[in-house]
């Protein structure tokens, strides 16, 4: 494969301007890269969510009166999940690193898949506990693997809408969660099995299935990409390698360390934990929530759909804008927002309809700014390893909020603790976000003032290559 030569200063700003120059091109090359990798890795990740969340679902289809889940153990079931699943990301973000995409994602699919198939034979509180804390095991490199994944083929400016896509499978894996639960529990009674139990049986079989096609469908890395051309490969790296500014695609110790000893990983740690609290509480008990407002139980399934189609539709939008603006923490903050206003509503309003119009309004705040975060963590991480890492404590730290999810939902029928925690998070996230866009801004002008006072420029990116986002020419997303 050509490349262009590293050491000619001429030749590299020559492409540089033909890559400014050709903005149908550069277009039509991420239109390409869309359609092959958005679709299929957005399957995966609907897959994922639908197999982790429908344990909501399976609650009030059943599940909860046959193993007798009284007092907190429901709770117990949903959050031991995120305990191997939020400390397993960092180490399979490396393995995705040093082994092929195209085969680590579709292997711990199939071991999710299995694990999902066989929750349909669980017959006691102790089995459902156990086999959700290795679902939590198998399914842990998904996420934060396909979101470090789209970071190996899109520029920062574009990363935004495709994460946003990809992630709009979480809010469709709730609707469609609901609607398949609604038509599962009628093979109540269907092969000696309980309704509940085929809603894990069939789901986990798709998740099966589809991880075997994954070997055949998922691409590694843009420079073995079959379905590009020369040209187009060439282009597409040398896109890459301006937008990273050459920092190191190499694998080395010392950037991960460079992850972990960095204080602005953990800020977004922070902010990513205020935002996935109220995403992972919205999953887990809406159906819940809808069933407590008196709705019976089939219609509180379908009630739960209207929610996630919203949010999935605000999703992708809020993710264009994004990208469109460049702009990150603005976004977060107004979705975080809205979706305050929404758990207000839940919390002071008593009438069925004011709290559900107050359930989606929580959705349609919190699922867009998921997407819009990840692209700023990713963005504000130098180099292929430490935005692998980066995002894998991100995902993974910020995961542990699950386990708070889980536990706040306690005093129905109108949950003031879950509500009113929720909005705590929720104005916790807001408020670390306002810091970190002062804090990037507040680097950004050092870094500036440090090029322009030394004579710094941008033909000399090869002598930072090592130092990750703390280069002078790299530039903070705000």
């Given amino acids: 494969m050509s490349s262009l030569p590293r050491d000619s200063a001429d030749t590299e700003s020559h492409n540089e301007k033909d890559v400014e120059l050709n903005p149908k091109e550069r277009a039509r090359i991420l239109r390409k890269l869309d359609i092959h990798l958005l679709p299929f890795v957005s399957l995966l990740y609907l897959l994922s969510f639908l197999d982790r969340a429908n344990i909501g679902n399976a609650k009030i289809a059943g599940m909860s009166t046959d193993l007798d889940l009284v007092g907190y153990r429901y709770n117990i079931a949903a959050a031991v999940f995120f305990i191997l699943y939020s400390f397993a990301e960092i180490p ?42 290795f679902l939590g095991l198998t399914e842990a490199g998904l996420f934060p693997g396909v979101t470090y994944y789209i970071s190996l083929w899109y520029p920062r400016v574009d990363r935004s809408m495709r994460i946003a896509i990809f992630f709009s499978a979480a809010t469709l894996a709730g609707a469609f969660g609901g609607i398949l639960a609604y038509a599962i529990e009628n093979m109540e009674g269907v092969g000696g099995l309980h309704g509940w139990q085929w809603i894990f049986c069939l789901e986990g079989l798709a998740t099966i299935l589809v991880a075997f096609t994954a070997y055949f469908f998922m691409y590694d890395y843009p420079d073995t990409a079959s379905f590009l051309t020369e040209t187009e490969r060439h282009y597409v790296i040398e896109m890459l390698k301006q937008d990273s500014n050459n920092l190191s695609t190499e694998y080395q110790f010392r950037f991960v360390l460079q992850a972990l000893q960095d204080y602005k990983s953990y800020v977004q740690v922070g902010i990513y934990i205020g935002l996935l609290v109220p995403v992972y509480a919205i999953a887990l008990f809406t159906p819940t929530i809808i069933n407590e407002l008196g709705y019976a139980a089939a219609n509180a399934q379908l009630l739960s759909v209207p929610p996630f189609v919203c949010g999935c539709i605000f999703t992708i939008l809020v993710g264009i804008i994004s990208d469109k603006h460049q702009l990150r923490g603005p976004y977060v903050i107004g979705g975080a927002f809205v979706s305050l206003v929404g758990y207000i509503i839940l919390y002071t309003q008593h009438s069925a309809a004011a709290s559900y119009a107050g359930a989606v309004l929580a959705a349609v705040g919190v699922y867009p700014t998921i997407a819009v975060d990840l692209a700023w963590a990713s963005s504000n991480a130098g180099g292929d390893v430490k935005r692998g890492v980066v995002l894998a404590m991100v995902i993974g730290l910020g995961n542990l909020g699950g386990i708070c999810s889980s536990f706040v939902y306690l005093d129905p029928p109108r949950y003031h603790i879950g509500h009113g925690t929720i909005m705590g998070f929720l104005t916790f996230s807001i408020l670390l976000s306002l810091f970190a866009m002062w804090d990037y801004n507040r680097i950004n002008k050092q870094k500036e003032a440090l090029c322009r006072d030394q004579g710094i420029t941008a033909g000399q990116r090869d002598e930072f290559v090592e130092v990750g986002d703390a280069s002078p020419l790299y530039k903070y997303a705000i």
């Avoid at 195209?102 to 459902?128: D, E």
Wanted: glycine content about 4%.
């Fill in 92 to 133: 399979s973000n490396i393995a995705l690193k040093l082994f092929r995409p195209s085969r680590w994602i579709p292997t711990i699919m199939i071991a999710w898949g299995l694990v999902m198939t066989l929750m349909c034979l669980v017959k006691t509180f102790q089995g459902l506990v156990i086999a959700r804390l």
